[in-house]
C-alpha cells in the first residue's frame, strides 16, 4: 500500500502547483465500508450545491461497480470507460442531472476500470483538469475501501467527507481509511454520520473515531454533523430521486442541508448557471423543467 500512495503521488505532484481538477472546488465521499450511503450522501450534495448555484459535477468514481445514475433515476449514454477507450469526449460524455447536477457517469461490471493503472489515472487526471474550469464544485462519489482508485481520487480532490454509520463495523473500516490517508497530510478529512438514531448516537460514533485517531494517528477529522434515519430515505432511494428534493422537508433532507452549509459554505461570487455549453434540465418529481441552476421549486 505504500508503494501505491507512493506511486499516486507522484503522478499528481506531476500538476502545476496549486492546481487540482481546473479551477473547481472538490470534494471526494468515501467510505472504509460499502453500504453506508456514500452514493446518497454525494448525489444529495451535489443537487444542494447545484440549487444553492453552484455550476455542479458529479462524477461516479466507483469505477467497477458504478450506480449514481441508477441512484438519480438517469439512462447515461456514456461513461468514463469510453472517456478513457477515446470513444467519446469527456465533454460528451457529461450528461444533465437532477436540478442542474452535470453527471459523469462509470462503467459497471468493468474490472479494468476497478484496477487502472498510473497510465490510465494519468489520462483521467488531465481530462478532469481541462474539464473542471466548466464548474465551481466537483463532487466525487469513491469505491468504499481502500483501493488505489479511491486514494486517486482522494489526493485529486484534497478533500474527503469519509462517510460512516454507528456499527462497529463501519467504526473500523472508516478508521482504516483514515489511516491510509492520513499518510498524506495535503488531504482534509471531513467526517458525516449517517443513519444515526439520535444526535448522542452520532456524535458518540465520531467521538470514538476522533478517539482512535487521535491516539495513533496525531490528526483528529473534522466533525460536520449527521444525517438521522429517515423513512423518507428509503422511499426516495426506491423513487431513484435525491431525498432532498422528493421530500424536502423531511429529517434527513433538513440534516443534509445542514451539512451542506458546513461543508460547503454559501460562496457569494459564485455566478448562477450551468457548466459552460453544457444544455442542463431540472428533474424534480421524475419531470423535466428548465433550469438556470437557480433553486427548484
Same mark, same amino acid.
Given at each position: ?14 500538476? /502545476? ?33 447545484? =440549487? ?45 442531472? /437532477? ?13 479494468? !476500470?476497478?484496477? !487502472? ?63 491510509? !490517508? ?14 444515526? &438514531? ?29 444525517? /438521522? ?22 429529517? *434527513? ?9 458546513? &461543508?460547503?459554505?454559501? =460562496? ?12 442542463? /434540465? ?6 423535466? *423543467? ?6 427548484? =421549486?
Amino acid at each position: 500500500m505504500s508503494d501505491q500512495a507512493s506511486g499516486l503521488r507522484s503522478l499528481i505532484d506531476r500538476r /502545476p502547483s496549486g492546481v487540482r481538477l481546473g479551477n473547481a472546488q472538490a470534494v471526494a465521499v468515501a467510505s472504509g465500508k460499502g453500504g453506508v450511503g456514500k452514493t446518497f450522501m454525494a448525489a444529495n450534495l451535489a443537487v444542494l450545491a447545484a =440549487r444553492a448555484g453552484r455550476r455542479v459535477l458529479l462524477i461516479d468514481g466507483d469505477l467497477g461497480l458504478a450506480n449514481v445514475d441508477v441512484a438519480l433515476g438517469l439512462r447515461c449514454q456514456h461513461s468514463i470507460g469510453e472517456v478513457l477507450r477515446g470513444e467519446v469526449s469527456l465533454a460528451r460524455a457529461i450528461e444533465p442531472g /437532477p436540478c442542474g447536477v452535470s453527471v459523469l457517469a462509470a462503467g459497471s461490471g468493468a474490472e479494468w !476500470l476497478a484496477h !487502472l493503472d498510473v497510465g490510465g489515472l494519468a489520462v483521467l487526471q488531465s481530462e478532469l483538469t481541462n474539464i473542471g474550469t466548466a464548474f465551481d464544485l466537483i463532487v466525487i462519489d469513491c469505491a468504499a475501501g481502500i483501493g488505489r482508485n479511491v486514494l486517486f481520487f482522494a489526493k485529486v480532490a484534497g478533500r474527503v467527507l469519509l462517510t460512516l454509520t454507528p456499527e462497529p463495523t463501519a467504526l473500523a473500516d472508516a478508521y482504516a481509511l483514515l489511516k491510509t !490517508l492520513a499518510a498524506d497530510r495535503s488531504i482534509d478529512v471531513q467526517v458525516v454520520v449517517n443513519q444515526a &438514531l439520535s444526535t448522542s448516537d452520532a456524535r458518540n460514533a465520531y467521538g470514538r473515531l476522533r478517539a482512535v485517531s487521535g491516539r495513533f494517528l496525531a490528526k483528529e477529522p473534522c466533525y460536520v454533523g449527521h444525517v /438521522p434515519r429517515d423513512e423518507d430515505v428509503r422511499r426516495s432511494v426506491r423513487a431513484r430521486q435525491p431525498v432532498v428534493t422528493y421530500s424536502s422537508d423531511s429529517r *434527513a433532507a433538513c440534516a443534509l442541508d445542514g451539512i451542506f452549509r458546513a &461543508l460547503l459554505p454559501p =460562496r457569494a461570487s459564485i455566478a448562477l448557471g450551468g457548466a459552460r455549453g453544457l444544455a442542463i /434540465p431540472c428533474v424534480v418529481g421524475g419531470a423535466m *423543467a428548465s433550469s438556470s441552476g437557480a433553486e427548484a =421549486r
